[in-house]
T-cell receptor, first 116, second 111 residues
Framework: DAGVIQSPRHEVTEMGQEVTLRCKPISGHDYLFWYRQTMMRGLELLIY????????DSGMPEDRFSAKMPNASFSTLKIQPSEPRDSAVYFCASSLPPLNRAYEQYFGPGTRLTVT | LAKTTQPISMDSYEGQEVNITCSHN???????ITWYQQFPSQGPRFIIQ???TKVTNEVASLFIPADRKSSTLSLPRVSLSDTAVYYCLVGDQYNFNKFYFGSGTKLNVKP
């Protein structure tokens, strides 16, 4: 299994530009999560999907952020327009449904975003 | 939301056993305790999970006292490659939006 795949691994863009981050979850996983990690705020859950449907987006910081999951094998996180404070590492994770409350998430390698 | 408190950092030497304790005084009845490990420039990786008493796998052991207000991750005979940040999470597995990673514990293993 290739694990969770994210692209690009690094992204440098100028303020005001649109940024699109991509994620391919592990095949068969029903849940997909987007996280953001910064030194100041740690690892924050932005949004998660179940069977391609967004369930909770309360962690999305602003309307500039949007996420989609058009099918079971692909999701995007878009920032438009981007701002310097969006600079962070963005992780995608996927998981199976909890089984007898046993549960673990599988994280991708992350996308390091720098907005200048 | 059962937030957690962990030491910010710990130092150890190769070959030693390391115990990282996490405090979670407000843990709810349905909450499980989960530990993740994160290496630099990588995403977190699941280590171990438990509800009560003791859980052991090939990587670590997790000790949970009867009141469940704390838990201890035990890493036997650490090596330099165990240098990482360790996160303790407490939450109901059916409420993912309540997962809180916190700041974690930075473990530094020295030769």
């Amino acid at each position: 299994d290739a694990g969770v795949i994210q692209s690009p691994r690094h992204e440098v863009t100028e303020m005001g530009q649109e940024v699109t981050l991509r994620c391919k979850p592990i095949s068969g996983h029903d849940y997909l999560f987007w996280y953001r990690q910064t030194m100041m705020r740690g690892l924050e859950l932005l949004i998660y999907f179940n069977n391609n449907v967004p369930i909770d987006d309360s962690g999305m910081p602003e309307d500039r952020f949007s996420a989609k999951m058009p099918n079971a094998s692909f999701s995007t996180l878009k920032i438009q327009p981007s701002e310097p404070r969006d600079s962070a590492v963005y992780f995608c994770a996927s998981s199976l449904p909890p089984l007898n409350r046993a549960y673990e998430q599988y994280f991708g390698p992350g996308t390091r975003l720098t907005v200048t | 939301l059962a937030k957690t408190t962990q030491p910010i950092s710990m130092d150890s030497y190769e070959g030693q056993e390391v115990n990282i304790t996490c405090s979670h005084n407000n843990i709810a009845t349905n909450d499980y305790i989960t530990w993740y490990q994160q290496f630099p420039s990588q995403g977190p990786r699941f280590i171990i999970q438990g509800y009560k008493t003791k859980v052991t796998n090939e990587v670590a052991s997790l000790f949970i006292p009867a009141d469940r207000k704390s838990s201890t991750l035990s890493l036997p005979r650490v090596s330099l490659s165990d240098t990482a940040v360790y996160y303790c999470l407490v939450g109901d597995q059916y409420n993912f939006n309540k997962f809180y990673f916190g700041s974690g514990t930075k473990l530094n293993v020295k030769p």
